[in-house]
């Protein structure tokens, strides 16, 4: 398994980029379902996801081609195939997102369920009643939902579901009724600008939706979506880490290729901690605060500050001086990062759907596991802020979000190494102490570890 070992207390200085959004390219990827003819997707991201998407739809029949560094090609060849398997789904939660084209360009589909995960309970059904107002007939079999439909027709949905509006349940009911007979008029959708960058990729391909980035959405349906090309935004989740890594090391990044306007929540919240936030058009300078405010955060649906940010804010404001407090209303158990921060010094407890974090205090380092995407992102910052040395497990979790983050944060002087563990990393001890029996596992401590382990020059994942 591969690691990151980090050595913090370095500030990063310099200039970076952000590569294409993730969760744009995602549900535009799986809209090539919906598509007569190829739909070729610029700036999209080298990682985990978007490779376990690209099987997903091989398996549904779509020729998914990289043509280019970036650059996609995607082409339905079998429109017979509609099985969306649980070996892929489980990886990933937005292989969902198949479930609107499915059915509105090959009237049938039979996804596994997606289940819950790491971030808590993720149900989907404002997906299923928004695909079944415009038509389409479910069924549970086995832990797949079976849906069928014939020519889906246009109406009136209110996809407002218990905490906000549905961000992969918008995309998929977009997509579906772009193909309806009809005008589809949807209210409360999600306001996002992965969604808003979807619905511009879906009219480059002749579809006919109005007002996304807004929550209501006027879609006249069309017989068919034909052939485009699109750029995938850039991603403002992979920029809003890279500023918390500029803040929480006392540094001062540039993060280029950034939309500052799709920023605004995070560029307050890191003003009112006390950094520097200069925007550009495209760019966003961060210079942090020698000393740092605590605050009390909520993170809400757009253009409220992005769950998806939470866990790295929290990890800054281990460094605030006082109490902070961070609320998440959309995730209100996302909060996996939180004993791991604890684990390398932080001081936080849990108030229901709140963290409490009490700062500044000193992070000397230790051996964590990442147990989702932006928890591990939270423990890379929280890494760099750190004394000493931190080694931080499962960082495959890391590399479904995140390109090639530890070359990224290496150009910004930071000290951060991806290396296997061998499976000598964990020594078992066999003595005899008083009372007799085995004692516990002996781990090596984190250095003499970082002497065994075989350092990657590259990853050579597929
Ligand atoms: C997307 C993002 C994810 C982000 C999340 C919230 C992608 C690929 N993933 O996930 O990174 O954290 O938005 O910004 O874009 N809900 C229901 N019923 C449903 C669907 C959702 O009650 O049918 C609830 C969820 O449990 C959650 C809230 O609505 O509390 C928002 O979830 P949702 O926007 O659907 O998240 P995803 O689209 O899965």
Redesign the pocket.
């Known amino acids: 398994m591969e690691m990151f070992i980090i050595r913090g207390g370095k500030p990063l200085r310099g200039i970076v980029e952000v590569q294409g959004a993730?969760?744009a390219a995602?549900?535009i990827m799986a809209a090539a379902i919906a598509a007569e003819g190829p739909l070729t997707l610029h700036n999209v991201p080298d990682l985990g996801?978007i490779r376990t998407q690209a099987a997903l739809l091989r398996q549904l029949g779509v020729d998914v081609e990289r043509t280019a560094e970036r650059t996609y090609r995607l082409q339905t060849r079998r429109p017979q195939e509609c099985l969306a398997p649980f070996d892929l789904v489980r990886r990933m939660?937005?292989s969902?997102?198949v479930l609107g084209p499915l059915l509105a360009r090959r009237g049938r589909a039979c996804v596994a369920l997606p289940g819950g995960c790491h971030?808590?309970?993720?149900?989907?059904?404002?997906?299923?009643?928004g695909l079944a107002a415009l038509g389409a007939d479910f069924r549970m079999q086995q832990g797949y939902v079976v849906g069928t439909a014939r020519r889906l027709r246009g109406t009136t949905i209110d996809l407002a579901?218990?905490?906000?509006?549905?961000?992969?349940?918008?995309?998929n009911v977009m997509t579906a009724a772009a193909l309806a007979r009809g005008t589809t008029v949807i209210h409360h959708a999600?306001r996002?600008p992965?969604v808003e960058d979807l619905a511009a990729c879906l009219n480059r391909l002749g579809a006919s939706i109005a007002g996304a980035g807004t929550s209501t959405l006027v879609i006249d349906g069309v017989d068919a979506l034909g052939s485009a090309a699109h750029s995938v935004l850039p991603d403002r989740?992979e920029a809003a880490t890279l500023m918390c890594a500029a803040v929480i090391t006392r540094g001062a990044v540039q993060i280029r290729r950034a939309r500052p306007e799709h920023l605004a929540a995070v560029i307050d919240a890191l003003e009112r901690i006390g950094a520097v936030v200069h925007c550009q058009a495209d760019r966003v300078t961060v210079t942090a605060a020698a000393e740092m405010c605590p605050l009390d955060i909520v993170a809400r649906?757009?253009p409220g500050l992005?769950?998806?940010v939470q866990a790295q804010l929290t990890a800054v404001l281990t460094q605030a001086a006082g109490v902070s407090r961070i609320t998440d209303t959309?995730?209100?158990d996302r909060f996996m990062h939180v004993s791991e921060l604890m684990r390398l010094g932080a001081e936080i407890h849990r108030e229901g759907a709140s963290a409490v974090v009490r700062g500044p205090t000193p992070l000397p380092g230790a051996q964590v596991i990442a147990s989702d995407?932006?928890a591990s992102a939270a423990l890379v910052l929280a890494g760099l802020a750190a004394s000493g040395e931190t080694i931080l497990r499962r960082i495959d979790h890391l590399d479904r979000g995140y390109e090639r983050l530890e070359e990224r944060l290496r150009a910004l002087g930071g000290d951060v190494l991806r290396t296997v563990d061998t499976p000598a990393g964990i020594v078992p001890r066999r003595s005899s102490p008083p009372g007799g029996g085995l004692v516990p596992p002996h781990f090596r401590t984190p250095s003499a570890l970082a002497e065994r382990v075989t350092v990657c020059s590259r990853r050579t994942k597929g």
């Open positions: 993730k969760n995602l549900p996801d939660r937005a969902i997102c971030i808590g309970h993720r149900p989907i059904d404002l997906h299923l009643k579901g218990p905490r906000g509006s549905t961000v992969t349940g918008t995309c999600a996002e992965e989740i649906p757009y992005p769950t998806d959309v995730f209100p995407l932006r």
